[in-house]
């Protein structure tokens, strides 16, 4: 996620926007136990998908102000669905 966001930022314009929709860990404490209790075998299942990522975190620590970010669950079982979506702008 990071070089991927490393390169997002790299190729945008200063002030360019990403725009991003994400799974991501979910703010409540029982279900992250789930989320990072099924990471490990998830990945392996997922082609390294990582349930338990802050997603608006690793945004901002990787050079992007986020500007706008919706968050919530869809349908489906709680430790897979804890969506991040929203707007970034590079910095």
């Not at 392996?44 to 050079?63: E, F, K, Q, V």
Request: proline share 8%.
């Amino acid at each position: 996620m990071n070089s991927a966001l490393s390169e997002a930022r790299r190729v945008l314009k200063p002030g360019g926007k990403l725009l991003f929709v994400e799974h991501g860990r979910a703010p409540e404490p029982r279900v992250q136990w789930w989320q990072d209790h099924l990471t490990p075998p998830w990945k392996c299942l997922a082609g390294g998908c990582h349930l338990n990522r802050a997603i608006a975190d690793l945004i901002r620590n990787n050079g992007f102000a986020v500007e706008e970010l919706h968050l919530g669950y869809v349908k489906g079982p709680k430790p897979m669905t804890f969506m991040y979506e929203g707007q970034a702008v590079s910095r």
